[in-house]
């Protein structure tokens, strides 16, 4: 059974930082891509960070650029998303992803996890 579990949300001031990790079980993903994605209270859940299966390829929305950065591990079972220099507007509930190529919709991916909520207060 395929699972990803993330962790490492909460809540933190404006201009602070958090390093979500997300870590997969019950099957290899090292041909995998990996992606993060947010929902905020009433929006649809929207692209954030992508890593393509080998690592060196990344992909970020226009607005978390410069701030945040994804990486996965050698054994291509960890990916992680650095947040730095947090808004009010990067609040939200964070969602791990893995399919079988990079893209920006949350449709493109086939697993997903259960989220973790990062809030940032202004």
């Known amino acids: 059974q395929v699972q990803l579990a993330e962790s490492g949300g909460g809540l933190v001031q404006a201009g602070g930082s958090l390093r979500l990790s997300c870590a997969a079980s019950g099957r290899t993903f090292s041909r995998s891509a990996m992606g993060w994605f947010r929902q905020a209270p009433g929006k649809e859940r929207e692209f954030v960070a992508a890593?393509?299966?080998?690592?060196?390829?990344?992909y970020y929305a226009d607005s978390v650029k410069g701030r945040f950065t994804i990486s996965r591990e050698n054994a291509k079972t960890t990916v992680y998303l650095q947040m730095s220099s947090l808004k009010p507007e990067d609040t939200g509930v964070y969602y791990c992803?893995?399919?079988?190529?990079?893209?920006?919709?949350?449709?493109?991916?086939?697993?997903w996890g259960q989220g973790t909520q990062v809030a940032v207060s202004s």
């Open positions: 890593t393509a299966w080998n690592g060196g390829d990344t």
């Open positions: 992803a893995v399919g079988q190529y990079v893209d920006l919709v949350p449709t493109a991916y086939d697993y």
